[in-house]
Structure formats: structure tokens, C-alpha cells
């Protein structure tokens, strides 16, 4: 008898602790996703769609993003550099104007360039570019996927892709691709290691003269 009371009771609390593991390991993977939404913000949500919803994968690949380019080194701009980059991005400001989808382009090629300079990698695929950006400029990179896929027709406002891209959405990428340049030009070089995270939210910066919007000049 007594034998058999041991028994349950150690059976019963086995099963106690197995449900306390399952419920701590639970509550670790809603943190961990927590900490990443906060981390990565709309790039978390873009990861999470991707992956159909998974979490799980979701949490996986941003946090091997992180160990891949979490100590990625920060160059300085060379001497001109700043003032050469404002003068090109004024230029497409002024080339959206006449053909948008060409801006856009330009645009995408100019954050393609610095970046570049900056030290993130430039001749891998377009995703792996985000990935990198992502990790330091994780609630600026959605201006660079939204050139890219403007440009294209890819978009929530576009009924079928790859047809002409609608100029409002193009303005708007623009715009906003706009906030990841400010973001590059001005990140402080460092030796490596983990780079302070942008600082968001960041105070309103006039519209940029562009058809439809308040004229402002270039910064």
C-alpha cells in the first residue's frame, strides 16, 4: 500500500514539474517574441507574414540576423561624402517630377550605395540586404523595401502586381525611404560590436517638395 502511494505521488508530481517546464518554456518563447516585435517592430510583423505565421520561424530568423550582423562595423564616410549624398538625394526629389518610377529607382540604387558605404553588404541578394539593415535600422528599412516594391507595382494599393505603380504610393515610398537615408548619413562609425539602436520616435521633418505635398527643400 504504501508502496503503491509512493508510486502515484511520484507520478504525480512528475507530471506537476513536466506541465511547470512546458508552461515556463511557453512563457520564455512570448517573451523572447515580445522582445523581438519590440526590437524589430514592422520587420517583425513583414518576418511573421512571410512565415505564415509561425513564430516560431519568425523568432529563428531574426535572431540569426542578429548574430550575423549584430557586431557588423560601422564605416565612416569618406571626406565630401554627406554633402555629395544630399545632393543626389535632392536630385531625385527633382527627377520625381518628371518620372516617378525612375526616382524611385534612383532612390533605391542611392540607399543601395550608401549603405554600401557604411559597411553593409551591397552585392548580396536583395533580402540579405534587409537583413543586415534591419538590425540596426529596424524601424527605417521599411523605406527601402517600400522604393523597391513601389517601383514595381507591389503594393497594398496596386490590385495586380507588376501593373503601373499608383504616384501617391510612390510618393509615400519615397517619403519614407527618405527617414532610412537620414538614418544611414548620420549613424555613428564604430569598431564593432552591437550598435546603439535608432532612437525612435524622431521629431516631424517637413515634407520634401513633391507634387501633391508642401514644398520644403532638400535637408
Not at 57 to 63: D, F, K, P, T, Y
Not at 95 to 114: C, H, I, K, N, W
Not at 121 to 138: G, Q
Amino acid at each position: 500500500m504504501f508502496t503503491t502511494l509512493l508510486t502515484v505521488g511520484l507520478a504525480v508530481i512528475v507530471a506537476v514539474a513536466f506541465g511547470l517546464a512546458i508552461r515556463l518554456r511557453q512563457r520564455a518563447a512570448a517573451l523572447d517574441g515580445q522582445q523581438m516585435e519590440r526590437r524589430f517592430g514592422p520587420e517583425y510583423e513583414r518576418v511573421l507574414a512571410r512565415r505564415n505565421g509561425d513564430a516560431k520561424a519568425a523568432r529563428r530568423e531574426l535572431a540569426d540576423r542578429l548574430r550575423r550582423y549584430g557586431s557588423l562595423k560601422v564605416l565612416p564616410l569618406t571626406s565630401g561624402a554627406r554633402e555629395r549624398y544630399l545632393a543626389q538625394w535632392k536630385a531625385v526629389q527633382e527627377q520625381f517630377v518628371e518620372s516617378p518610377v525612375r526616382a524611385l529607382g534612383e532612390a533605391e540604387a542611392l540607399l543601395t550605395r550608401l549603405a554600401a558605404e557604411r559597411g553593409y553588404p551591397a552585392e548580396a541578394p536583395f533580402e540579405e540586404r534587409i537583413a543586415a539593415l534591419s538590425v540596426h535600422h529596424a524601424r527605417r528599412v521599411q523605406g527601402y523595401l517600400r522604393v523597391h516594391d513601389a517601383r514595381r507595382g507591389n503594393t497594398p494599393n496596386t490590385p495586380d502586381a507588376g501593373s503601373a505603380p499608383d504616384t501617391e504610393e510612390m510618393r509615400a515610398a519615397l517619403l519614407e525611404a527618405r527617414a532610412l537615408f537620414d538614418s544611414l548619413l548620420n549613424a555613428r562609425a564604430c569598431n564593432g560590436g552591437v550598435q546603439q539602436r535608432e532612437r525612435v520616435p524622431r521629431p516631424a521633418r517637413p515634407r520634401i517638395g513633391l507634387p501633391g505635398g508642401t514644398a520644403s527643400g532638400a535637408h
